[in-house]
């Protein structure tokens, strides 16, 4: 349920904590006053001030991810992330974060495994009204990554971070001691088959090392995984797969999709790291 998340939310402005009003349309209204109304889409937008200089992922890039995944082809990598998340998420009480939401798919597979309250944030107010439709019981949130996250210090047994940039401060601030810190990234390779003709872009050289580098210090290494997926697309999958991305606020839709019209079943394969990382237990 939405209140079984509130505890764990921080307000904005004030850092004082939050209560949710008893009858929807629901609110969210801090010790100090400070109120923010829910969408009439079931998400919130805690964002104050100048908002954010983030690109958004626009209604049509939402849409193409929605489709893609729930077409099926991505649901081993749901799995994967929700069985990595479950050792942490069993017990009564217990939090996941999903930093980058987006529809919300991932987090609700996790939450279909485990009895946890669950907090998603994303940029995207497109992506959130989809993830608040298939979460329902989620608290969905308009919110940056490179803020400060409206959490308290040690609020969540996990955090979730597929395809999406990362705060690693943050990250190590609000998971309590022995949480888990999940991140999935493409591997090199990832849609070759079908990346330089639609333009997706590609994997950065060095990704892996940085993503070490950054979590110095802050975090324990733990479990890596490698998780390739043979996929067969047809022309639609292959456009939805490519605008769903970064590439798609570079891309003309109506072309990509002319341009793959005629395929049938193309193979590919996506080729994924799965990398967990855990908070120090106190004293360590």
């Not at 609020?155 to 991140?183: Q, T």
């Not at 990234?185 to 872009?201: D, K, N, Q, S, V």
């Not at 324990?220 to 047809?234: F, I, M």
Request: proline fraction near 7%.
């Amino acid at each position: 349920m939405l209140s079984d998340a509130v505890p764990s939310l921080r307000c904005p402005v004030c850092q004082g904590t939050f209560a949710l009003s008893p009858e929807a349309p629901f609110s969210l209204i801090c010790d100090a006053g400070h109120g923010f109304d829910a969408a009439k889409q079931g998400y919130f937008n805690l964002l104050t001030g100048k908002g954010t200089v983030f690109e958004a992922d626009t209604a049509e890039m939402v849409a193409a991810r929605n489709d893609f995944l729930a077409a099926g082809h991505y649901a081993p990598l749901a799995e994967a992330i929700a069985e990595l998340a479950a050792p942490v998420l069993s017990a009564p009480g217990s939090l996941v974060l999903d930093s980058g939401t987006g529809t919300g798919h991932y987090l609700r597979t996790v939450l279909d495994c485990t009895p946890a309250a669950a907090i998603g944030i994303d940029i995207s107010k497109f992506a959130l009204r989809r993830a608040a439709r298939l979460n329902p019981g989620a608290i969905n949130l308009v919110w940056d990554i490179w803020r400060p996250l409206p959490l308290a210090d040690r609020s969540a047994d996990a955090v979730i971070v597929v395809f999406a940039p990362r705060n690693p401060p943050e990250f190590a601030r609000v998971l309590r001691p022995g949480g888990r810190l999940i991140i999935v990234t493409p591997r090199t390779g990832h849609l070759a088959e079908i990346a330089e003709r639609t333009g997706m872009l590609g994997i950065e050289p060095g990704k892996d090392e940085r993503l070490a580098e950054s979590m110095q210090g802050l975090f324990v290494p733990g479990e890596s995984r490698q998780l390739d997926l043979d996929l067969v697309l047809n022309g639609r999958d292959i456009a939805d797969v490519a605008f769903m991305g970064p590439a798609g606020h570079h891309l003309e839709r109506s072309s990509l999709t002319a341009s793959t019209a005629a395929e049938s079943s193309v193979r590919a394969t996506a080729k994924f790291s799965l990398t967990v990382l855990t908070s120090p237990e106190s004293g360590s």
